[in-house]
């Protein structure tokens, strides 16, 4: 009786040590994250001991708020941030430094390579993938065969592309060759239209983010191509005045190619199944492909207490079963190394993002919002009097201007 009772006293005991050390993570994550990540949060909790409680906050606010939740010494342990956003947060001294740890994980070279860079600010890492995205090239294959194009060939150059979009564009009435988000949207535009310059080895930023370099060959040469196609009416004339409400304009079954996001497979797949569809890489205006690399960074607010607890959450994530979670219910595999196994069984087309992320890339600034995603901004200004306005040396010379002069001012 009493080997008994000492056995239950030492068993509750246990059970109340292991209550007690149990910690709970507090993690934001912006609202439309979708429901991927939710997924690998419900599975972590049901079989750890620690806990993750997520608060969802809306996209706008996200920034903005963690910022204030900082200075009031009110910030989450962690957080989904876009990955654009992290070097900014990393100089300002306001993330944890996760370079030993990160390194030191076997499979940390397999990471997306973008979300590293973008994570990383005076050679010491501060976020990793948590989320990937890339852009992707996708082209209608009933409309191909209905214009006389092969369904199963996936365009590799700009001028492939013209040439079909001209003849998809003879099919008449409101059935066009080619749809981009052109009015003013600089999301849009840096995500589906850098990618043709990039390609071909050129940028509109320097590698450390200190200088203007839009004006180039490769960039003139894209915006051709683009001013080419409008002038030949292959593009819908609203496709001007968009200013992202109708990106997934694919979806419609009238656009017989466009620019789009990894993400619109799945939701083509699922809420369009009556669109046949192929994808590939965007080729760069010399036919060499390239990819905007989008998603969050997993960030770790500095001087968090739980920075062990987080760090195994991470691990959960990154580990064969976190990724197959993520990869089901929609998000991309943030390791190379496994990605194979991941996309198993799941929409083949699905690879093609993944393999965008080797060839993808990221502006480095962190004066990205007022640089490029600003409606009133000089990137979003450029792409829009560049392609549709009567003075392009005007908006090269005009928006290399005022590129240099935020980021000088910035310093």
Request: glycine share 10%.
């Amino acid at each position: 009786m009493f080997k008994k009772l000492m056995a239950a006293t030492a068993l509750i005991s246990a059970s109340m040590i292991s209550a007690a050390s149990a910690e709970t993570i507090s993690m934001w994550v912006r609202s439309g994250i979708g429901d991927s990540f939710k997924e690998v949060v419900k599975a972590y909790n049901a079989g750890h001991e620690n806990k993750v409680e997520l608060t969802e906050v809306p996209f706008a606010e996200l920034v903005q708020k963690y910022a204030t939740a900082i200075a009031g010494g009110q910030a989450p342990d962690a957080l989904s941030l876009d990955l654009i956003y992290t070097p900014a947060f990393a100089a300002a001294g306001q993330l944890e430094d996760l370079t030993d740890w990160s390194k030191a994980l076997p499979y940390f070279n397999s990471l997306s390579p973008s979300h590293v860079k973008l994570g990383t600010y005076e050679d010491k890492i501060y976020g990793l993938p948590l989320t990937v995205e890339t852009s992707i090239f996708a082209w209608n294959k009933d409309l191909y065969e209905k214009a006389g194009l092969d369904p199963e060939k996936a365009p590799k150059t700009w001028e492939e592309i013209t040439a079909n979009a001209e003849k998809i564009r003879a099919l008449g009435g409101d059935t066009y060759g080619f749809y981009f988000s052109g009015g003013g949207c600089g999301g849009c535009m840096i995500f589906t239209f850098t990618p043709l310059t990039w390609g071909a080895g050129a940028d509109i930023l320097s590698a450390d983010g200190k200088t203007a370099t839009l004006d180039t060959p490769q960039m003139r040469k894209a915006v051709d191509i683009y001013r080419n196609m409008v002038e030949k009416d292959l593009v819908p004339a609203g496709a001007a005045s968009d200013n992202g409400v109708n990106f997934l304009s694919f979806t419609n079954g009238k656009i017989g190619q466009q620019s789009l996001g990894a993400f619109a497979i799945g939701t083509l797949v699922t809420q369009h199944p009556e669109i046949d569809f192929g994808v590939t890489l965007i080729p760069g205006v010399d036919g060499k492909p390239s990819s905007f690399a989008g998603g969050d960074n997993f960030v770790v607010t500095k001087g968090t207490p739980r920075l062990e607890e987080v760090k195994e959450f991470l691990e959960y994530t990154y580990s064969p079963e976190g990724q197959k979670i993520m990869a089901k219910f929609g998000s991309l595999p943030t390791r190379g190394d496994i990605a194979n196994e991941v996309l198993e069984g799941l929409d083949p087309r699905l690879k093609v993002g993944m393999e965008a992320i080797a060839v993808a890339q990221t502006p480095y600034t962190l004066q990205f919002n007022d640089l490029i995603n600003s409606a009133n901004g000089p990137w979003a200004t450029f792409t829009n009097a560049a392609i549709y306005g009567d003075d392009v040396d005007g908006a090269f010379s005009n928006a290399q201007d005022e590129m240099q002069s935020i980021i000088d001012a910035g310093q």
